[in-house]
C-alpha cells in the first residue's frame, strides 16, 4: 500500500485560508461509499493531534477554523483565518479496502 | 484522564526482538479497536497494526505481515506489540492510538500516547 500523496509544504500569512490536498487511489480515499478520511496536526516533538474524521466531521474542541472535503480520490483540508499556532505538520489518513490504513507523507505548514 | 502509556522501546541489535507495552486508563479499554502506528526520525507517520476489542479481528500493514504481532489483555487494560527480525529501518517512535466509538473507520485515531522510542543498531 503506497502512502497517499500530500504537498511538502504549504504557506500562508496570519489571517489567510489554505488548503492541503490528499490524493489516492479507488482503494482508499476513492474506494465507493467510502468516507473514511481523516486529518492530524504534529507540533514538533508532540504526538498527532486528531482534527478531522469521516472527511467532514471535527471531533469536540477542535475549532471550525478547520474543514475537511473529499472529491473523487482526492481529500483536501483547509484552515482558515490562520495563526501562528497552526504552524505543524499536517497528515491524511484513509482506510483502504484491505482493512488496513494508510498515512499521506505529510505536509509542513509555515504561518509566514 | 483517558491515557495511553506506552513502555518496552530501547536500543535493540538487528535481528533482535522488543515487546512494546500500551497501558490505557480513564475509559473502557475492552470496548475498543485499538491501533499501533509508528514514525522514523524526521518521517511521516507509518500505520502498523490494529486489534478489535475481542482480540477476533487483528490486521497490519502488509510490509510488516510475519514480523509484528498485536495482543490484548483486556484484564490488565493494555496492549502489546511484539516486534521480531528487527532492522535498522524499524527505528522510530512508536505511537499506541484508539479508535473512538462513535467511529467505523480504523484511520479515525483520537487518543494518542506519548509513543516509545525504538532504536535498532548494533
Known amino acids: 500500500q503506497s502512502a497517499l500523496t500530500q504537498p511538502a509544504s504549504v504557506s500562508g500569512s496570519p489571517g489567510q485560508s489554505i488548503t492541503i490536498s490528499c490524493t489516492g487511489t479507488?482503494?482508499?480515499?476513492?474506494?465507493?461509499?467510502?468516507?473514511?478520511v481523516s486529518w492530524f496536526q504534529q507540533h514538533p516533538g508532540k504526538a498527532p493531534k486528531f482534527l478531522i474524521y469521516?472527511?467532514?466531521n471535527r471531533p469536540s474542541g477542535v475549532p471550525d477554523r478547520f474543514s475537511g472535503s473529499k472529491s473523487g480520490n482526492t481529500a483536501s483540508l483547509s484552515i482558515s483565518g490562520l495563526q501562528a499556532e497552526d504552524e505543524a505538520d499536517y497528515y491524511c489518513?484513509?482506510?483502504?479496502?484491505?482493512?488496513?490504513?494508510?498515512f499521506g507523507g505529510g505536509t509542513r505548514l509555515t504561518v509566514l | 484522564e483517558e491515557q495511553l502509556v506506552e513502555s518496552g522501546g530501547g536500543l535493540v541489535k538487528p535481528g533482535g526482538s522488543l515487546r512494546l507495552s500500551c497501558a490505557a486508563s480513564?475509559?473502557?479499554?475492552?470496548?475498543?479497536?485499538l491501533s499501533w502506528v509508528r514514525q522514523a526520525p524526521g518521517k511521516g507517520l507509518q500505520w502498523v497494526s490494529s486489534?478489535?476489542?475481542?482480540?477476533?479481528?487483528?490486521h497490519y500493514a502488509d510490509s510488516l505481515k510475519g514480523r509484528f504481532t498485536i495482543s490484548r489483555d483486556n484484564a490488565k487494560n493494555s496492549v502489546y506489540l511484539q516486534l521480531d527480525s528487527l532492522g535498522a529501518d524499524d527505528t522510530g517512535v512508536y505511537y499506541c492510538?484508539?479508535?473512538?466509538?462513535?467511529?467505523?473507520?480504523?484511520?479515525?485515531?483520537?487518543?494518542w500516547g506519548q509513543g516509545t522510542l525504538v532504536t535498532v543498531s548494533s
Open positions: 486489534i478489535s476489542h475481542n482480540s477476533y479481528y487483528k
Open positions: 480513564g475509559f473502557a479499554f475492552s470496548s475498543y479497536i
Open positions: 479507488s482503494s482508499d480515499i476513492g474506494a465507493y461509499n467510502y468516507n473514511y
Open positions: 492510538t484508539r479508535e473512538p466509538l462513535y467511529c467505523r473507520d480504523a484511520s479515525c485515531l483520537d487518543l
Open positions: 489518513a484513509s482506510y483502504t479496502t484491505s482493512s488496513t490504513v494508510v
Open positions: 469521516e472527511v467532514t
